[in-house]
């Protein structure tokens, strides 16, 4: 057996084993950011299905705030394309985006809630110590043999 067909054996091993945990696990390509979080938490599919819903919820209110920045943005270019610049409009355009903000805020706060209230105790204690030490999701680099986290 050739050292590219030994090779080629191996990475279709690797490639099966990976999707069936990810297929066994019921992850979505949606879900994979989270596969480091939910692995640490040891979360149910229930759980999962949480966090799931309240960060595409997330996203989606994200999509319309930038498409509504970017109606500000151009409603920003045409009152600096005027002779005169009014502080006042400006003001108007940015605080027409307030709401915006606060509707985010708020629906941040109530799907943090309902992510609280899916864990139990030590799952919570195990997400807060990943919050504060800014250990979300892939967002962390670990060393490629070890698993252990990098110096940065």
């Not at 599919?45 to 209110?61: H, I, N, T, Y």
């Not at 605080?95 to 864990?119: K, N, S």
């Amino acid at each position: 057996m050739s050292f590219a067909l030994g090779f080629a054996v191996a990475f279709l091993v690797v490639a099966l084993a990976v999707f069936l945990r990810a297929r066994r696990r019921r992850q979505t390509p949606r879900s994979w950011p989270f596969w480091g979080l939910f692995s640490r938490l040891a979360t149910s599919p229930a759980q999962e299905r949480v966090f799931l819903d309240e960060s595409a919820k997330l996203r989606e209110d994200l999509a319309h705030l930038r498409a509504d920045w970017r109606a500000a943005r151009e409603e920003l270019s045409a009152l600096l394309e005027a002779a005169a610049l009014e502080p006042s409009r400006v003001e108007a355009v940015l605080a027409a985006r307030d709401e915006g903000l606060a509707t985010l805020r708020r629906r941040a706060a109530e799907g943090l809630a309902r992510i609280h209230a899916a864990l139990d105790d030590a799952q919570r204690k195990l997400l807060a110590g990943a919050v504060r030490e800014g250990r979300l999701g892939g967002a962390h680099r670990r060393c490629r043999w070890s698993g252990r986290p990098q110096a940065a």
